[in-house]
């Protein structure tokens, strides 16, 4: 698989000199772009991605990926909006708060009909939703990742607050390792973590985020820009990743030889991740009529709530923040 790297301020000028995305495709048998993640593609929840490259569906589209590593969604929303990058990924939420900040990024595909970001409990404790972690502990990525307002849309589902909830940022280890060791009774997260806390002794039990609130699985994230002036590549790489996503749903456990051979951190770790595969199918990726498409009724319930919640401060024009262009 390709090198990671991560993005930052102060290796920007030298990456923007290197970066050959713009250049148009007669110039060049095979077109090196530029894909931002917001964590290390190794992570199991980019799979889709992972998949894609390995099984040559972006080559085959006369493209070279390298992915590259930002901080977060919403930093990617920002590299992209910048020019920085043609294409990135995040949530599927995450145009809405870039918008906010007058970033012009736009969701171009969403990666399942679930949510990436789903309840965690103890199973057999009580914890039975939301309306039972009023003054309880409950861990999440960061206070500014989606995992933290995902958790906000679930709790008010049961008419709580984040006030009436201790929740806890705990980064990308601590938030699994917190609630397999009792300090937690719940966690907001990707599944891959729930399977983390089950191998370190926990028994989980997983409340699907749909239950409770909108939030939505990753996107695919271009800047108003890109979309204008370069759709084909835009629909080249929509196209290649949603084959990666759509080899998940077809194929199951067949797709993870091929994940291993390009995460190869994952070898001797199949069982592993055939519970994660599964997971992720049941809870994020199943559920679109059209794979990759936005749903703006969801898209439009999910705003309502980040400007009730004070997370933006107005509405945004839901055309300003995805199109479907792409997918159909």
Same mark, same amino acid.
């Given at each position: 698989?390709?090198?990671?790297?991560?993005?930052?301020?102060?290796?920007?000028?030298? *990456?923007?000199?290197?970066?050959?995305?713009?250049?148009?495709?007669? !110039?060049?048998?095979?077109?090196?772009?530029?894909?931002?993640? %917001?964590?290390?593609?190794?992570?199991?929840?980019?799979?889709?991605?992972?998949? !894609?490259?390995?099984?040559?569906?972006?080559?085959?589209?006369?493209?070279?990926?390298?992915?590259?590593?930002?901080?977060?969604?919403?930093?990617?929303?920002?590299?992209?909006?910048?020019?920085?990058?043609?294409?990135?990924?995040?949530?599927? #939420?995450? %145009?809405?708060?870039?918008?906010?900040?007058?970033?012009?990024?736009?969701?171009v595909a969403v990666?399942? @009909?679930?949510?990436?970001?789903?309840?965690?409990?103890? #199973?057999?404790? @009580?914890?039975?939703?939301?309306? #039972?972690?009023?003054?309880?502990? &409950?861990?999440?990525?960061s206070y500014q990742?989606?995992? *933290?307002?995902?958790?906000?849309?679930?709790?008010?589902?049961?008419?709580?607050?984040?006030?009436? &909830?201790?929740?806890?940022?705990?980064?990308?280890?601590?938030?699994?390792?917190?609630?397999?060791?009792?300090?937690?009774?719940? *966690?907001?997260?990707?599944?891959?973590?729930?399977?983390?806390?089950?191998?370190?002794?926990?028994?989980?039990?997983?409340?699907?985020?749909?239950?409770?609130?909108?939030?939505?699985?990753?996107?695919?994230?271009?800047?108003?820009?890109?979309?204008?002036?370069?759709?084909?590549? &835009?629909?080249?790489?929509?196209?290649?990743?949603?084959?990666?996503?759509?080899?998940?749903?077809?194929?199951?456990? !067949?797709?993870?030889?091929?994940?291993?051979?390009?995460?190869?951190?994952?070898?001797?770790?199949?069982? *592993?991740?055939?519970?994660?595969?599964?997971?992720?199918?049941?809870?994020?990726?199943?559920?679109?009529?059209?794979?990759?498409?936005?749903?703006?009724?969801?898209?439009?319930?999910?705003?309502?709530?980040?400007?009730?919640?004070?997370?933006?401060?107005?509405?945004?024009?839901?055309?300003?923040?995805?199109?479907?262009?792409?997918?159909?």
């Amino acid at each position: 698989m390709n090198r990671i790297r991560v993005l930052t301020r102060s290796s920007l000028a030298v *990456f923007l000199a290197a970066m050959t995305y713009s250049l148009p495709m007669h !110039a060049q048998t095979v077109e090196s772009v530029t894909y931002l993640l %917001p964590a290390p593609a190794t992570l199991p929840a980019f799979i889709p991605w992972v998949l !894609a490259q390995q099984r040559n569906y972006y080559r085959n589209e006369g493209l070279e990926i390298k992915f590259m590593v930002a901080k977060g969604g919403v930093d990617v929303a920002k590299q992209v909006g910048a020019g920085n990058a043609p294409i990135g990924g995040a949530i599927g #939420d995450t %145009p809405i708060i870039a918008r906010a900040q007058a970033i012009p990024v736009k969701a171009v595909a969403v990666l399942g @009909g679930g949510s990436l970001t789903n309840l965690v409990i103890h #199973d057999g404790t @009580g914890i039975e939703g939301p309306r #039972d972690l009023k003054g309880k502990t &409950v861990t999440v990525l960061s206070y500014q990742d989606t995992t *933290f307002y995902a958790l906000l849309g679930m709790l008010a589902s049961a008419g709580l607050t984040r006030h009436d &909830v201790n929740i806890q940022a705990a980064g990308p280890v601590g938030i699994w390792q917190q609630f397999a060791s009792g300090k937690a009774v719940a *966690f907001a997260g990707p599944v891959d973590w729930a399977v983390n806390a089950k191998h370190a002794g926990a028994k989980i039990k997983i409340l699907a985020a749909g239950n409770y609130t909108q939030s939505m699985a990753q996107a695919i994230l271009a800047s108003d820009e890109i979309i204008e002036k370069r759709p084909e590549l &835009v629909r080249k790489l929509v196209r290649a990743t949603l084959r990666g996503l759509e080899d998940i749903l077809k194929q199951g456990n !067949a797709i993870i030889p091929d994940y291993v051979a390009g995460a190869p951190s994952f070898k001797g770790k199949e069982a *592993f991740l055939e519970e994660v595969v599964a997971l992720f199918t049941q809870y994020t990726y199943r559920g679109q009529r059209v794979l990759g498409a936005m749903d703006p009724e969801r898209l439009a319930a999910v705003q309502k709530f980040y400007v009730k919640e004070g997370i933006v401060p107005k509405e945004t024009p839901l055309g300003e923040l995805y199109t479907n262009q792409f997918v159909k």
